[in-house]
């Protein structure tokens, strides 16, 4: 069986909720001027999800820039996979609206981050070795290939 594409949505954060919105979680790093937390009726901030100050001064939403700015972010993003991890778990949970608080609706993070977590639906980590474990065996494979030489 085919795996569901995620259901996910981008919003302005200064739009009214709708009950169809699902999960609602603000992936700026910082708050919407002027927005009143009770009004925003978020399931979650992720601040960590947010592009670096760095790469959002850079960027400056210059659309001349989106190209860039993707790519960039992209990489800031895969860098961070607990916070992808739990945007991916709320988007097989059901709709996942994504907001910003950017004026341009078609040049902003949520737009990209949708578009990433869309590609890559199972974006979460895989958690199934932990690195020690990983390190011991291969130090055996390595005793016992020299062993077997000798």
Known sequence: MAERPPDIQVKRAYDPPD?????????DRLWPRGLR?????????LREVAPS???RAWFGHDPARWHEFVRRYRAEIARNPDAV???????????????YGARDSLHNQAVALASYLREKPGAA??????????????S????NRRSSRS
């Open 37 to 45: 937390k009770d009004d925003a009726r978020l399931t979650l901030w």
């Open 85 to 99: 991890a739990r945007l991916a778990d709320l988007a097989q949970s059901g709709r996942l609206t994504l907001l």
């Open 140 to 143: 055996r494979r390595a005793g």
């Open 125 to 138: 980590p895989q958690r199934t070795r932990k690195p020690s474990r990983v390190r011991a065996s291969s």
């Open 19 to 27: 009950d169809a919105d699902g999960a609602r979680v603000l992936v």
């Open 53 to 55: 100050g760095a790469l």
